[in-house]
């Protein structure tokens, strides 16, 4: 009979702590996610009026990504994104299509406004808005292109829209993804003689950015 009762219970409490939803996220909460990260660009620049069917851009990156979130209140949270940096070809297109320009580094810091919606599950999806600041760090000319020219990028200010889920495992661990689109916006200035480019043109990249993470709620 104890036996009997010792295992109703125990049956109890697993069909009560099953029906129980997942706690969603609450002020005070923090979370950490870590993952590979991409920048895909979607613009580009011209070079005109120097070379009026010339232009470039910039292609894919991949690097590790980081980023953190603090919940001010039980749906509104404030988002960081880093990264390790990103590296990048910068290569012609119409009258230099197929010759490489550049390779940039650059980091994207980006700080959103998130709203963290309560489904009652162990989904956690968010939506964001921020700000966003890319800094490019090197910029490595191809000599066989620019012939001694230097190219130089401005760093860029813009702004940013995010969306993402977060799903939750056990010990407060998750999986995320994660995407932003930002605004990135820079001013490029080629000077010398050699390649008759000399002039500051503007180029656009405007990136979408995935992530895929691994993240620890603190």
């Not at 829209?161 to 080629?190: F, H, K, P, R």
């Amino acid at each position: 009979m104890k036996k009997q009762l010792l295992n109703g219970a125990i049956a109890a409490i697993l069909g009560t702590t099953a029906a129980l939803p997942a706690m969603a996220y609450q002020a005070g909460d923090m979370v950490l996610r870590a993952g590979l990260a991409g920048v895909l660009p979607t613009g580009d620049g011209s070079l005109a009026p120097a070379l009026p069917t010339g232009g470039v851009e910039a292609d894919d990156g991949y690097s590790l990504g980081i980023t953190f979130t603090y919940m001010a209140t039980d749906n509104i949270g404030v988002g960081i994104l880093g990264a390790w940096p990103f590296s990048h070809d910068v290569e012609g297109t119409g009258a230099i299509a197929g010759a490489k320009v550049a390779e940039v580094e650059h980091l994207p810091p980006t700080v959103t406004l998130q709203y963290h919606f309560d489904t009652a599950s162990k989904l956690h999806p968010y939506v964001g808005a921020g700000i966003n600041y890319t800094n490019f760090i090197e910029v490595d000319e191809n000599p066989a292109v620019l012939l001694g020219d230097s190219l130089d990028l401005d760093d860029s200010w813009g702004f940013a829209l995010e969306a993402g889920v977060d799903y939750e495992l056990q010990n407060d661990w998750s999986v995320g993804a994660a995407v932003w689109w930002i605004d990135i916006d820079t001013d490029a200035t080629i000077t010398g003689a050699a390649t008759g480019l000399a002039g500051t043109y503007d180029v656009e990249i405007d990136p979408w950015v995935f992530m895929l993470s691994v993240g620890k709620k603190f």
